[in-house]
């Protein structure tokens, strides 16, 4: 096993390049241009097909090597976000005031799956095994929107496994799920008067925007205690003299399971709903994604736990170290204390001692769902998927950060990045050289997604909203 790991470390010093390219580049979903471009390149140079644009979605690619099963699919992402432009600094000093970054790591996260995939290839040529190694360039997963429409235009439906991970302070396997989610952008549309001259004559979309998140506070109390809706208003008018015409306000709605989504968003409807009906207005939904919670696949998270311990945690040295420590000096004082409160803490107390994770964490988080969500859950309902996660920032950083963004763009990203890549590309030769693996791992698939197969959240007929995520 250890040649395929030498196969990334041969690599190493083109992966670091392209993910501090990607760093650099720091472009929002749907913008990742170059981001994507860098990644379909080096892959073509690598010996991989690649189809860009796959699915009609301009910064989408499928890279693939290879002929006939099984199918190992790798995951990637390169959106930055708004806000946390940083440099490599332990102190805030934005790149760009304003600007994007990678405040998640995505820079390492499709690198790191971009390299597994690369080894992987080599691996199975070398040993002249069969299969084929696709890497998925996914687009836009802060906006939870990439996977999903990569996955309604089955991109994914001919897998056997698909592997990914997420960079962020432990090195472990993920046992936990997020949440589903719908996001959608309600417009209302009313009728412009003279604010003081006529006030009587207009009909104010800003009044339905506005009685519909009253509706929508008083519905919080009767959804399950688990859930979510949270909104920003987009467009309330131009000034306040004119009856607003047109107004927006962009909700999500989160929940542990689908289903709960679904039910909860048709009552947000029908707030908006009572809400043109009080103010004489009509409305329009935008319907921008909706994604799954992520399917846990106990089968595969053996196998991936088996080989992040015989590649084993980031080797940091006293220049990492030292940089951590700083970092972590800004973090919030309060949000530390109560991670050390947090059941991983109290069970390993040895973490208190750690700045950066130099330990594995066996897996953790079963049956637990976090707050957050991410359109891996559509794959993994799609297929059978596994993901973990390797330190590539110091413990207790915050996520979607000035801080995970320094951190993202150092040598601690770099090898925890490369652990990621060497643990992914072993977990994907195991399973090709004993397919009984598979075979288990979708057995429990089966079993988990037979009374509720998938089922995308973005209709067929609707033209992909790319540009109005940020109108």
Known sequence: MADILKLVDDKASDLIRIADAIWDFAELGFREVRSAKIQADYLEE????????????????????????????????YDALAGVSQEVSAERQ?????GPGHGCGHNLLGTAAMGAAVALKQALMEKNLPGTVRYYGCPAEELLAGKVYMAREELFS?????????????????????????????????????????????????????????GANYLREHVIKDATIHYV??????????????????????????????????????????????????FEIDFLTGCYEVLLNEALADVMWDCLQEVGPPQFDEKDLE???????????????????????????????????TSLL??????????GSTDVGDVSWIVPTVQMSAATVPIGCPGHSWQHCASSGSSIGHKGMLVAAKTMALCGLKLVENPELIQKAWEEFREKTKDSPYRCPFPKDKEFPLDRFFS
Not at 57 to 70: H, K, S, Y
Not at 185 to 199: I, L, S, W, Y
Not at 239 to 245: C, E, G, R
Not at 362 to 370: D, F, L, M, Q
């Open 233 to 282: 208003i987009t467009s309330g008018g131009g000034q306040p003299n004119v009856v607003p015409s047109f107004a927006e306000v962009w909700y999500f709605v989160r929940a542990p399971r689908r289903n709960q989504v679904e039910e909860i968003y048709e009552r947000l409807v029908n707030v908006a709903r009572g809400a043109a009906l009080m103010t004489e207005t009509t």
């Open 158 to 214: 001919d897998l056997d496994i698909a592997i990914t991970w997420h960079p962020g302070s432990m090195n472990t396997v993920r046992l936990g799920s997020g949440t589903g989610l719908n996001s959608a952008k309600f417009q209302f549309f009313g009728k412009t008067a003279h604010a003081a001259g006529d006030p009587h004559n207009g009909r104010s979309a800003l009044d339905a925007v506005e009685l519909m998140n009253v």
């Open 323 to 357: 940089f951590a420590k700083k970092l972590a000096e800004t973090f919030d004082k309060a949000q530390m204390e109560n991670l050390y409160k947090s059941p991983d803490f109290q069970e390993f107390p040895e973490l208190r001692e750690q700045v950066v994770h």
């Open 362 to 371: 066996p897996p953790r988080g079963k049956g637990r769902s976090g707050g």
């Open 94 to 98: 934005p790149r760009e005031d304003g």
């Open 46 to 77: 690598q010996g991989f097909r690649v189809t860009r644009e796959a699915g009609g979605i301009p910064t989408a690619f499928v890279a693939e090597w290879g002929d006939g099963g099984p199918y190992i699919g790798f995951l990637g992402e």
